[in-house]
């Protein structure tokens, strides 16, 4: 039982470029969520599913875009990097309505230049 | 929309030293969740309260969740170097998604 994972780890990107990060769940959670973390403002929603082929915007969604084709997978798209992008990337899942607890993956780290 | 303010951003205590972090809602919250993340790591669920007025304890940890549902504080008691990290809460409004506070960093000199 992995929990969350996500991949890549590490990304470097210039400007303009685009990326996909994944994010897998073996949990059978129907939630799932993208965050970002950057120093001082806690952890921000970007985008978030309920459930497979759903996906919801978040508090901060302008850049992005999501896709969630299977109940396991969320998918985050850049689709033209930006330096203010650059930040650390959770992704979480969350088994509501039994729990509202969120599960976290390890996080990716993006530096776009 | 909806903010949990969540005080001191930093705290610096000498090992052995308590340690308390604030959470603060203008309007009254359905639940609030407590998150550890260690230094590198990702957050970690610690807790979850939902009465108003609970107290829940965890070894050297208490939870408090205030009378009006809009505050919260996590006390540490007798701070070791394993509780460095930041900690979060996370309140949720009704049906709305969790938001995060924005963080106490913890370090510890030994």
């Known amino acids: 039982n992995a929990g969350v994972t996500q991949t890549p780890k590490f990304r470097v990107l210039k400007t303009g470029q685009s990326m996909t990060l994944l994010c897998a769940q073996d949990m059978n959670h129907e939630y799932m969520y993208w965050y970002r973390q950057d120093p001082g403002m806690g952890l921000r929603l970007i985008h978030y599913?309920?459930?497979?082929?759903?996906?919801a915007k978040g508090e901060v969604p302008d850049g992005y875009n999501v896709s969630r084709l299977k109940k396991q997978n969320f998918l985050l798209g850049l689709e033209s990097a930006a330096p203010s992008q650059t930040s650390v990337y959770f992704c979480a899942s969350s088994n509501i309505p039994v729990t509202d607890t969120q599960y976290f993956g390890p996080g990716t780290r993006l530096t776009v230049l | 929309g909806q903010q949990v303010m969540q005080i001191p951003q930093y705290q610096h205590v000498q090992e052995g030293e308590d340690f308390t972090t604030y959470c603060n809602s203008s309007t009254t919250l359905s639940n609030i969740q407590w998150y550890k993340q260690r230094p590198g790591g990702h957050p970690v669920f610690l807790i979850q309260?939902?009465?108003?007025?609970e107290v829940k304890k965890q070894k050297r940890l208490t939870f408090q969740f205030g009378e009006a549902k809009k505050n919260s504080s996590l006390h540490i008691t007798a701070t070791q170097t394993t509780d460095v990290g930041t900690y979060f809460c996370a309140g949720r409004w009704g049906a709305q998604k969790l938001v995060f506070g924005q963080g106490t960093r913890l370090t510890i000199n030994p």
């Open positions: 309260l939902v009465k108003s007025g």
């Open positions: 599913s309920v459930g497979e082929g759903t996906t």
